[in-house]
């Protein structure tokens, strides 16, 4: 079953802002940490940010200071808000999460399906 959804890629100008979603199903008990990846064509995937369950947040150099990464535990829902978008920004962004299915059950890891961040002119 899906247990991650993403929203919120497309195309934006340079300097533009996105706000990527990550929902986890309804039937999901918790949504304890989560990550944000991307990859771009030809590149490796790469760590962009990272919130834990207890909060604590980390964001690669190349977006620091632009990217926020953040989680609402009562919609299970995490978000990565980018603003200042650059060309080298482009990828398919990725969400990460550590979802514990349901009560009792063992956390695991989990992905969504990716969505394309285009920044272009």
């Known amino acids: 079953q899906v247990l991650l959804v993403e929203s919120g890629g497309g195309l934006v100008q340079p300097g533009g802002s996105l706000r990527l979603s990550c929902a986890a199903s309804e039937s999901v008990f918790s949504f304890l940490s989560l990550r944000w990846w991307r990859q771009a064509p030809g590149k490796q995937r790469e760590l962009v940010a990272t919130?834990?369950?207890?909060?604590?947040?980390e964001y690669a150099d190349p977006v620091k200071g632009r990217f926020t990464i953040s989680k609402d535990n009562g919609k299970k829902t995490g978000f990565l808000q980018m603003n200042s978008l650059k060309p080298e920004d482009t990828a398919v962004y990725y969400c990460?999460?550590?979802?514990?299915?349901?009560?009792?059950?063992?956390?695991?890891?989990?992905w969504g399906q990716g969505t394309q961040v285009t920044v272009s002119s």
């Open positions: 990460n999460g550590d979802l514990q299915p349901f009560r009792g059950a063992m956390p695991d890891d989990y």
């Open positions: 919130i834990t369950s207890r909060g604590v947040i």
